[in-house]
């Protein structure tokens, strides 16, 4: 079955900076490839996905990339803000999504 | 739509007693998924149904665990008899499809004494 990778677990961040989030997958079949946000005692929310057939997808702060060849796919945060601290999850899917076991990003004052 | 609904939304019991935990998902959405998160294991997927019909159920740690989907609006995860490393906080989500956007629910937090 499909196991997921997440690194680093903890991240630690100067407000204003860059943060990166990196993750592998095993399964050649999976083919979306989510990224959730979990602020403390809540719920995870989608914050961008993407799928096989791209390579590269931005959402205003927040981008992924996605290399199929190597099975990684990555999340970019820029110009970090503190309200960006939460733990972050990826995940991969071809009919059920798994999840790595998550990044705690801290946005240091 | 009032998104997933979870029940209960916290859970105190002893070891060896039954524990139902119920899930309300988003109506039109045909996928359903029932996750567990702990600090160690993160989010594991416990089981998934498409169309009310288990699809897979590999992730059920064992058969002290059982879910079941009666209808497209609710979907039960039962743990008989429960014991205290089943103390997690179990998520519902539902999608529109099996590999799209999950919309989870508040969750339940269970603590097994």
């Given amino acids: ?109 | 739509d009032a998104g997933v609904i979870q029940s209960p939304r916290h859970e105190v019991t002893e070891m060896g007693q039954e524990v139902t935990l119920r899930c309300k998902p988003i109506s039109g959405h045909n996928s359903l998924f029932w996750y567990r998160q702990t600090m160690m294991r993160g989010l594991e997927l416990l089981i998934y149904f498409n169309n009310n019909v288990p699809i897979d159920d590999s992730g059920m740690p064992e058969d002290r665990f059982s879910a079941k989907m009666p209808n497209a609006s609710f979907s039960t995860l039962k743990i008989q008899p429960s014991e205290p490393r089943d103390s997690a906080v179990y998520f519902c989500a539902s999608s529109w499809r099996e590999a799209g956007e999950l919309f989870f629910g508040e969750g339940s937090r269970l603590t097994v004494l």
């Fill in chain 1, 1 to 109: 079955g499909e196991n997921v990778e997440q690194h680093p677990s903890t991240l630690s961040v100067q407000e204003g900076d860059s943060a990166v989030i990196k993750c592998t997958y095993s399964d050649s079949a999976s083919n979306y490839f989510p990224w959730y946000k979990q602020e403390l005692g809540k719920r995870p929310q989608l914050i961008i996905d993407i799928r096989s057939n791209v390579g590269e997808k931005k959402d205003q702060r927040i981008a992924v990339t996605l290399n199929k060849t190597a099975k990684h796919f990555s999340l970019h945060i820029t110009e970090t803000q503190p309200e960006d601290s939460a733990v972050y999850f990826c995940a991969a899917s071809d009919d059920k999504i798994i999840f790595g076991k998550g990044t705690r990003l801290h946005i240091l004052p």
